[in-house]
């Protein structure tokens, strides 16, 4: 299945591939006052991933 083009973008960003019309674009879909819901969306499964992958190389331990 093939990217949506806010995934394609949000994805060229985090490569660091994204040219200076795609960056445009995304700036424009991030919306001015208030993020798109499909890019929130995109950003916070990518923020999880990040976050799962964190725990899993160091997980939270309380100290008693």
Same mark, same amino acid.
């Given at each position: 299945?093939?990217?949506? %083009?806010?995934?394609?973008?949000?994805?060229?960003?985090? &490569?660091?591939?994204?040219?200076?019309?795609?960056?445009?674009?995304?700036?424009?879909?991030? /919306?001015?006052?208030?993020? #798109?819901?499909?890019? #929130? /969306?995109?950003?916070?499964?990518?923020?999880?991933?990040?976050?799962?992958?964190?725990?899993?190389? &160091?997980?939270?331990?309380? %100290? #008693?």
């Amino acid at each position: 299945m093939e990217p949506s %083009r806010p995934e394609y973008l949000v994805g060229q960003l985090l &490569s660091n591939k994204l040219s200076k019309e795609e960056f445009d674009e995304l700036l424009t879909g991030l /919306g001015e006052t208030e993020m #798109s819901p499909e890019y #929130s /969306g995109i950003l916070e499964e990518y923020f999880n991933k990040l976050m799962s992958e964190h725990e899993a190389k &160091s997980p939270f331990q309380l %100290r #008693s």
